[in-house]
T-cell receptor, first 114, second 119 residues
Framework: AQKVTQAQTEISVVEKEDVTLDCVYE???????LFWYKQPPSGELVFLIR??????QNEISGRYSWNFQKSTSSFNFTITASQVVDSAVYFC???????????FGAGTRLTVKP | GAVVSQHPSRVICKSGTSVKIECRSL??????MFWYRQFPKQSLMLMAT?????????EQGVEKDKFLINHASLTLSTLTVTSAHPEDSSFYIC???????????????FGPGTRLLVL
């Protein structure tokens, strides 16, 4: 069965702080995709990253970085120098390589205070 | 990039009426679309997988007679909430799978969502 756990329900930081959002997953598949999405108050999901299970290389995109550790089944997301506009709910998700059966974590609500 | 639209974006209806939500892939053909439901402050839950030209596959616990899905063309899937009740009030999100091609991978794109309020 596919399962994604985001243990942090809510996180509050002050602007310019770094923050890491945790994601732990379970799957019986040997190949899969991992995702991070941002959901602002408008509700529309904003795609942030997709990572293939073959590729354990960490990725950096501007202030965002992702740490994929297959050994611990984790795919953590770090925002460096957080900004108020980063305030949103962030979801980690898992799917098979056909993009089927996408399962979302419970989400982490991030509040960045000025 | 690929775009998926949903219509309407927001709907309010009376209890007992039926509501239809459309999901369209605007610049690619989607043989498979997915419907999710999100209650306030909760995660997205997959309701069903919609396949063009065949019956939808529903997740456990989702009533197929209540949530009718029709994937009549390669760019359109509809979700009809029949005899809606207040407990059906939720945020409904569709996604469409772009099969990709020679130079692009298969990708799933999400629509902007539809907020349903049943009074």
């Amino acid at each position: 069965a596919q399962k994604v756990t985001q243990a942090q329900t809510e996180i509050s930081v002050v602007e310019k702080e770094d923050v890491t959002l945790d994601c732990v997953y379970e799957t019986r598949d040997t190949t899969y995709y991992l995702f991070w999405y941002k959901q602002p108050p408008s509700g529309e999901l904003v795609f942030l990253i997709r990572r293939n299970s073959f590729d354990e290389q960490n990725e950096i995109s501007g202030r965002y970085s992702w740490n994929f550790q297959k050994s611990t089944s984790s795919f953590n997301f770090t925002i460096t120098a957080s900004q108020v506009v980063d305030s949103a709910v962030y979801f980690c998700a898992l799917s098979d390589l056909n993009n089927n059966d996408m399962r979302f974590g419970a989400g982490t609500r991030l509040t960045v205070k000025p | 990039g690929a775009v998926v639209s949903q219509h309407p974006s927001r709907v309010i209806c009376k209890s007992g009426t039926s509501v239809k939500i459309e999901c369209r892939s605007l610049d690619f053909q989607a043989t498979t679309m997915f419907w999710y439901r999100q209650f306030p402050k909760q995660s997205l839950m997959l309701m069903a997988t919609s396949n063009e030209g065949s019956k939808a596959t529903y997740e456990q616990g989702v009533e197929k007679d209540k949530f009718l899905i029709n994937h009549a063309s390669l760019t359109l899937s509809t979700l009809t909430v029949t005899s809606a009740h207040p407990e059906d009030s939720s945020f409904y999100i569709c996604s469409a799978r772009d099969p990709g091609g020679l130079y692009s991978e298969e990708t799933q794109y999400f629509g902007p969502g539809t907020r349903l309020l049943v009074l």
